[in-house]
Antibody
Framework: QVQLVESGGGVVQPGTSLRLSCVASGFTLGRSAMHWIRQAPGKGLEWVAVTSYDGNSDYGDSVKGRFIISRDNSKNTLYLEMNRLRTEDSAIYYC????????????WGQGTLVTVSS | DIQMTQSPSSLSASVGDRVVITCRASQYIRHDLGWYQQKPGKAPERLIYSASTLERGVPSRFSGSGSGTEFTLTISSLQPEDFATYFCLQHYTYPLTFGPGTTVDVK
């Protein structure tokens, strides 16, 4: 059974850093592109970043240069290193996959809440 | 970036009603579109992928159609568990973009 479990959220001050994790089970992380998506309270969904199966990455404009997506296939874990956090980064962060034969975002984690506040 | 618009932004409906939600892309996206349902406090769940393919386990009252730039999600007979917010997503090109959502509530 495919499962994605995010962790690492919390309350932090502007300008600081935080690292999120997403542990995958039920499938092989290394064969999938993996994404982070976020949702500010009461708002819509915003794509944040992707790491492809071959290690390439891409980012949304609002986080480019501040966030780093990475993966450890041996641990079946996806990461999001968030630096120079801003209040507008406050959101629930979800991880999801784009897997062969299953397509884009067929499964999501439950999300982890990041609050950036002074 | 490809902009996704949805209409309506919200609608009120009754159980048994037919509901149609439209999603438009600012550029051609082939059939690389998915529809997602989200209930309060929960992660989104995919209903439709490749514009018209029903996700396994999703009731057949849900259907999707369209290609290119205009897409629709239809709920043929609204059920109590269908009151939720619906989003479209284009995954044709990066950055991936979502529609702003359509909230379906009780009339």
């Amino acid at each position: 059974q495919v499962q994605l479990v995010e962790s690492g959220g919390g309350v932090v001050q502007p300008g600081t850093s935080l690292r999120l994790s997403c542990v995958a089970s039920g499938f092989t992380l290394g064969r999938s592109a993996m994404h982070w998506i976020r949702q500010a309270p009461g708002k819509g969904l915003e794509w944040v970043a992707v790491t492809s199966y071959d290690g390439n990455s891409d980012y949304g404009d609002s986080v480019k240069g501040r966030f780093i997506i990475s993966r450890d296939n041996s641990k079946n874990t996806l990461y999001l290193e968030m630096n120079r956090l801003r209040t507008e980064d406050s959101a629930i962060y979800y991880c999801s996959r784009d897997a062969p034969s299953y397509g884009c975002f067929d499964r999501w984690g439950q999300g982890t809440l990041v609050t950036v506040s002074s | 970036d490809i902009q996704m618009t949805q209409s309506p932004s919200s609608l009120s409906a009754s159980v048994g009603d037919r509901v149609v939600i439209t999603c438009r892309a600012s550029q051609y996206i082939r059939h690389d579109l998915g529809w997602y349902q989200q209930k309060p406090g929960k992660a989104p769940e995919r209903l439709i992928y490749s514009a018209s393919t029903l996700e396994r386990g999703v009731p057949s009252r849900f259907s999707g159609s369209g290609s290119g730039t205009e897409f629709t999600l239809t709920i043929s007979s609204l059920q109590p568990e269908d009151f939720a917010t619906y989003f479209c997503l284009q995954h044709y090109t990066y950055p991936l973009t979502f529609g702003p959502g359509t909230t379906v509530d009780v009339k």
